[in-house]
């Protein structure tokens, strides 16, 4: 079930890899700074499935998000029903062309706290556990939707430029 997950991942980056556009990050004015604009996101719940125990359905993290300028910071509820916080850097790595329908495809590198030895022995041990999220999205006009897989677990939520 993880092999095709990844697969779907995959399959749905395809189109904006396709069509991918350059967006520098540095210093290369106007197309520089519309870029970054473009990148603003509030994120508005997300509901995530294990990937290795998909017997226990869908749940709902009540997550709320915000990117910004490259980087993420946001707070939801852990499958163990407790409150987590990340925050870390955001990035799109191809974007599709502009139309009705822009595909994108990008990372997230950070830290999430709200776990413990349930999860990992280590997050006993430690104030957060480093993050890794491979996300990929749609958007249409200002509103989209984004699938995001990290480790065993597949995530969807909607997102909305402001």
């Known amino acids: 079930m993880l092999r095709l997950f990844r697969t779907a991942v995959l399959l749905a980056a395809l189109p904006a890899l396709a069509g ?15 870029s970054q604009a473009s990148e603003a996101r509030i994120y508005l719940g997300m509901w995530t499935a294990h990937l290795t125990k998909l017997g226990k359905g869908i749940r709902n993290n009540w997550l709320v998000a915000v990117s910004w300028r490259g980087f993420y ?8 029903g407790d409150r987590a916080f990340t925050a870390g850097i955001q990035r ?14 990008g990372y997230r590198l ?49 997102r909305f430029r402001p």
């Open 20 to 34: 991918a556009q350059s967006h520098p990050g540095g210093d290369d004015g106007e197309a520089a700074a519309t």
């Open 92 to 105: 799109t790595l191809a974007r599709g062309s502009e139309g009705a329908f822009v595909p994108t495809i």
């Open 73 to 80: 910071g946001g707070t939801f509820v852990n499958s163990f």
């Open 110 to 158: 950070g830290f999430v706290t709200g776990y413990d030895r349930r999860f990992l022995s280590l997050a006993d041990k430690v104030p957060a556990l480093p993050v890794a999220q491979l996300v990929g999205g749609v958007d249409h006009g200002r509103a989209g939707v984004e699938l995001s897989w990290a480790g065993v677990v597949g995530s969807l939520g909607p």
